[in-house]
């Protein structure tokens, strides 16, 4: 535990002014507009606090593979078959080497929470799940990592998987995933993740409609396992690219089922621009989901990372502000309320969805990260690059400001 600091001149509210805040023994101690104090300053100048960025759906245990998992078409298809290939080969130390790579990247990019999607089944059995549960305990000093355990390669289809997937529920797991297009029996399967997750009292979240064919879907089924388990606000479904062809109608009826069953909508816009519309040759779709018109409705809406440096995504730095201009770009997103919508899925939006309170005041635990940026808007908009961070008022990292040599100086 570190001693007691005292943050000058943050700004905890976007667009509200700046305060000071007293940390002492791991949490905020204080807020004020000024707070008089010997402790060792953290000078903000006005910069934007934050609980820190969060990462709602992130591969950690193939992470890390274009070395030895090619993919030159590109599609979903080939990416499953290079990923199932090479995992044969998957160790507990591969995975854990890999994943360290990426979670001291992501550290360094302000991050702090994340939800990681790990594969089980009898090709790789439990060494992907029992590295990442040592990573989660390892990292703990900078972040919390929430696992999700999930059969990538179907369920139904794959005797020995779901005994892998209860074996890891009993030992550590936090949730349960779900992979439908995968399985031979899709609606099987999804019936099956969910009398599971009653079973184990656990959230769902699941990978669903990664295509761009909108004369079938298997949304419609989970929104009706949803209702029926009575689960609301415990289901999280990503990718579901099919949303990005849908006309107004369809959409706006989609967007009210959505959130009157209470299931949250996770967009993947690096991988689901990567490897949607690679059958067509011109006026190729973009294959993201419209998250910004679920959230204005009052769906819980997160923008995340999904895959680095693999098949499914040959590129990364775990850079969230990023992945949110990125998801702003592809929606045509120009005004600063909408900028900040998309700042607020990679910040707020999936805190509360992984179960933690975005907000900032005394007497919490003192996860804080800060931003140059005076506004949210503005963290979009310049892809802002984090200062410093704290956990449980330890400094975990920090990244000096640039410092330019004009002639003469």
Not at 299 to 308: F, G, K, L, S
Not at 351 to 379: H, K, Q
């Amino acid at each position: 535990m570190s001693g007691p600091r005292v943050i000058r001149q943050a700004r905890i509210v976007d667009g509200a002014d700046p305060v000071d805040l007293l940390v002492a023994e791991g949490r905020i101690a204080a807020i004020a507009p000024r707070i008089d104090s010997d402790a060792p300053a953290l000078e903000a100048r006005g910069g934007r606090l934050i609980r820190g960025f969060a990462d709602s759906h992130l591969h950690l245990d193939k992470a890390c593979l274009l070395e030895r998992a090619a993919n030159p078409a590109g599609t979903l298809p080939g990416a499953i078959a290079a990923v199932s290939a090479a995992k044969r080969d998957f160790t507990k130390a591969d995975v854990y080497a890999r994943g360290a790579q990426v979670l001291e990247t992501a550290i360094a990019q302000g991050t702090n929470l994340i939800r990681t999607q790990v594969e089980i089944d009898p090709i790789v059995g439990l060494a992907g799940f029992h590295a990442v549960r040592q990573l989660k305990a390892d990292f703990a000093w900078a972040l919390e990592l929430q696992i999700c355990v999930f059969p990538q390669e179907g369920l139904l289809n794959l005797p020995g998987t779901e005994a892998l997937l209860r074996d890891a529920l009993n030992d550590g797991a936090d949730l349960l995933g779900g992979c439908p297009y995968t399985d031979s029996d899709p609606i099987g399967h999804i019936a099956r993740v969910f009398d599971m997750a009653r079973e184990f009292g656990v959230d769902l979240d699941l990978h669903l409609d990664f295509d761009l064919d909108t004369s079938w879907r298997h949304l419609d089924a989970v929104i009706r396992q949803t209702e029926a388990h009575g689960m609301g606000g415990r289901v999280t479904v990503g990718h579901v690219t099919k949303l990005s062809m849908l006309p107004p109608e369809p959409l706006a009826r989609t967007i009210t089922a959505m959130r009157d069953a209470g299931v949250a909508l996770t967009v993947l816009p690096a991988t689901d621009l990567f490897m949607t519309g690679r059958d067509r040759d011109h006026a190729v779709p973009r294959g993201v989901a419209p998250a910004h018109l679920f959230d204005r409705a009052g769906v819980c809406c997160t923008v995340a990372t999904n895959n680095v440096l693999n098949p499914f995504t040959p590129y990364g730095d775990l850079s969230l502000p990023r992945m949110a201009n990125l998801f702003a770009n592809v929606a045509q997103l120009g005004a600063a309320e909408d900028l900040s919508r998309s700042f607020r899925m990679v910040t707020e939006a999936p805190r509360r969805l992984l179960g933690r309170d975005p907000v900032i005041a005394p007497g919490t635990v003192a996860d804080l990260v800060l931003l140059p940026s005076e506004s949210d808007a503005m963290a979009v908009a310049e892809i802002a690059r984090p200062l410093w961070g704290m956990k449980a008022g330890r400094l975990s990292f920090e990244r000096p400001a640039e410092r330019l040599f004009p002639p003469g100086q």
